[in-house]
């Protein structure tokens, strides 16, 4: 996950381009943020209410999904929906769940979570999302369900994973923390559906760092599905569907008015930030060119990929001295993900990766995060595509 100013490279430095500096991210917002806090303290509620629900509203308009359920944050927004798929009768302790190798161990964590067995499946090199033309060989008869995960702001939705979703009936649990405001173009269905409201659920994460960040830990549960989403709603509330009646094991995972309302001041300029990024992924692709350096895949509309990193690949022998050589150049960068979940050592005992899985592999050892986010103007992009052009190494 993104931290700011989260280099480890050792150098004590205070770069020119930070990765992620924010407290820029919000200072645009700040007048606003604090009016809406300055309400939810004199309103005195503080827990659900009003401000959760206007949220839950806004939020459920912007995706274009029936229900939204505000969470403590989306690894538990994942979870919430598996369990609650479980306590349906819907998945069995035990079935298997196909999920991208390449992703953020949280994707992976909320299957085995839920005592559902996740089966990580290659990335593919030219989007780095799931490789849905390796999915068809990961199947068995315990298959259930699948998580494609919109990595780094990318939809991850084709014909294949659509044709395999439908005709094998899979659950589709889409892990949107990293692409609210993508859109994809869907086969055989007229016009584009936003990233959100694809599959049968899906999770978003309002981390600081996300592309509409709280300040604080928040998430999101959307379905058009209201038995799903109220079964949601109770297993977060101790599994309660109304006072002191417990119909669930559940948890408390609720999410906070105070953030319920940072986050309806940052949901109204989600589409003019992500523009933004794209803007600066533009200059980057117009102006990055090294031999030992690949760059992420443009998208064609600003909407196709939503850019929560923009991530290039470093081929050359010691991707430590490129990050340490353009720090020192005044450029900080980040990593996502330098070790991939499978060979993580919470997962060593249950050898995740049946097959192998080489290009999530590479991916780790060559991947690196460039600034994208905050104050960052697209000129500022350009200029950093020129140091690392002219960067010696
Ligand atoms: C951030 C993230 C999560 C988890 O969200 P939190 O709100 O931090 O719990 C899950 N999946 C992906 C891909 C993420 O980037």
């Not at 999915?135 to 298959?143: F, G, N």
């Not at 439908?166 to 949107?176: F, G, I, Q, T």
Request: hydrophobic share 45%; aromatic share 6%.
């Amino acid at each position: 996950m993104t931290m700011s100013n989260s280099s480890t490279c050792g150098a004590e430095l205070s770069p020119r381009y930070p990765f992620l500096d924010l407290a820029a991210v919000n200072a645009p917002y700040a007048a606003r943020l604090a009016e809406a806090a300055c309400r939810v303290i004199e309103s005195g509620r503080y827990i659900g209410g009003e401000e959760v629900e206007a949220f839950e509203r806004s939020l459920a308009e912007l995706v274009g999904t029936e229900c939204a359920v505000g969470v403590s944050n989306g690894y538990d927004a994942l979870r919430l929906i598996l369990r609650a798929w479980v306590e349906m009768g819907r998945l069995q302790p035990g079935d298997e769940v196909i999920v991208p190798a390449h992703t953020f161990i949280a994707s992976m964590l909320a299957v085995s979570d839920a005592s559902l067995v996740p089966v990580p499946v290659d990335a593919d090199p030219l989007t780095m999302n799931l490789n849905t033309a390796l999915v068809e060989s990961a199947l068995t008869p315990r298959t259930r369900a699948i998580m494609p995960v919109h990595l780094y702001g990318r939809v991850c939705w084709d014909d294949t994973l659509a044709y395999i979703a439908a005709s094998r009936r899979l659950l589709v649990v889409e892990d949107c923390a990293q692409a609210i405001g993508a859109r994809a173009a869907v086969a055989g269905l007229s016009g584009s559906f936003r990233a959100g409201a694809l599959g049968h659920a899906a999770a978003i994460s309002f981390y600081p760092t996300k592309n509409v960040g709280a300040l604080g830990d928040a998430g999101a549960v959307l379905t058009a599905d209201r038995e799903l989403a109220a079964t949601v709603r109770a297993i977060a509330n101790y599994g309660s569907d109304r006072r002191y009646h417990n119909l669930y094991e559940g948890a408390n995972c609720r999410l906070d008015p105070i953030q319920a309302a940072m986050l309806r001041v940052k949901l109204s300029c989600v589409a003019e930030d992500n523009a933004a990024r794209f803007a600066r992924a533009m200059a980057y692709e117009r102006t990055i060119g090294r031999r030992d350096l690949i760059r992420p895949m443009m998208s064609e509309s600003v909407t196709d990929c939503v850019w929560h990193q923009y991530v290039v690949r470093y081929t050359g022998p010691s991707r430590d001295l490129f990050r340490r050589r353009l720090l020192e150049a005044g450029v900080d960068t980040d990593v996502h993900y330098p070790v991939p979940p499978h060979l993580q050592p919470c997962y060593a005992r249950r050898h995740l990766a049946r097959t192998p899985l080489p290009v999530t592999e590479s991916i780790c050892r060559q991947a690196v995060s460039l600034p994208i986010a905050g104050a960052l103007t697209v000129a500022d992009a350009a200029a950093i595509a020129r140091i690392i052009n002219d960067l010696e190494i």
